[in-house]
């Protein structure tokens, strides 16, 4: 299984709603990361986490909050968007966090947010 | 840093053979240069990973030459679902909580029957 499941597909909300993206891999991964990606442009990195512990924060506002409740579980929650955070949300994993053949991520197929 | 600088887009034919070629001047000696595909309103997908010299496997060959400054994806025999972006990254930088996967802006081939 080289999955990487992200619920859900899409979401809409309010400036003011709490609301949560989840990823989940049963590959056995140690690294799991968050992405924002914007119509037409790159992804970019948000988080980065490593045995469950929070490694790289991008400077990413305090709106998003990451959670890695155990190793196969990663969680993006939100609150207090902007419609500019509209996005596609993005989470990968990797056998582990470092360099070289050991870090080919494998991404989920994202949650299509959308900001009112 | 190593930074990648690849082409914006790609014209092609079906049945033809594609190469995208990847520039990243300031590669660093343990970094490896990974290629990924992208399809619209999906996730990135790795094709294929390398050193240096030439690495082949059931879907693309990677080619770096030996100053690794430059590498080039080819695609043989592309069809209509190959259209996507493909984004070519080198490295993993990890510095305390500055450390960066960078993706650069990717090249977007289109193929056409």
């Known amino acids: 299984d080289t999955e990487v499941t992200q619920t859900p597909k899409h979401l809409v909300m309010g400036m003011t709603n709490k609301k949560s993206l989840k990823c989940e891999q049963h590959?056995?991964?140690?690294?799991m990361y968050w992405y924002k990606q914007k119509a037409k442009k790159p992804p970019e990195l948000m988080f980065v986490?490593?045995?469950?512990?929070?490694?790289i924060n991008e400077s990413v506002p305090s709106r998003f909050s990451p959670e890695c409740p155990n190793s196969s579980l990663l969680n993006l929650h939100l609150h207090a968007l902007q419609p500019e955070d509209s996005a596609l949300y993005l989470c990968?994993?990797?056998?582990?966090?470092?360099?070289?053949?050991?870090?080919?991520?494998?991404f989920g197929a994202g949650t299509r947010l959308s900001v009112l | 840093l190593a930074k990648t600088t690849q082409p914006i887009s790609m014209d092609s034919y079906e049945g033809q053979e594609v190469n995208i070629t990847c520039s990243h001047n300031?590669?660093?000696?343990?970094?490896?240069i990974t290629w990924y595909q992208q399809f619209p309103s999906q996730g990135p997908r790795f094709i294929i990973q390398?050193?240096?010299t030439k690495v082949t496997n059931e879907v693309a060959s990677l080619f770096i030459p030996a100053d690794r400054k430059s590498s080039t994806l080819s695609l043989p025999r592309v069809s209509l679902s190959d259209t996507a972006v493909y984004y070519c990254?080198?490295?993993?930088?990890?510095?305390?909580?500055?450390?960066?996967?960078?993706f650069g802006k990717g090249t977007k081939l289109s193929v056409k029957p």
């Open positions: 590959m056995g991964h140690r690294a």
């Open positions: 300031n590669i660093a000696t343990n970094d490896y």
């Open positions: 986490y490593s045995y469950e512990k929070l490694s």
């Open positions: 990968a994993s990797s056998p582990i966090l470092a360099g070289g053949a050991k870090n080919i991520q494998y």
């Open positions: 390398g050193y240096k």
């Open positions: 990254l080198v490295g993993l930088l990890w510095g305390g909580s500055q450390g960066n996967l960078i």
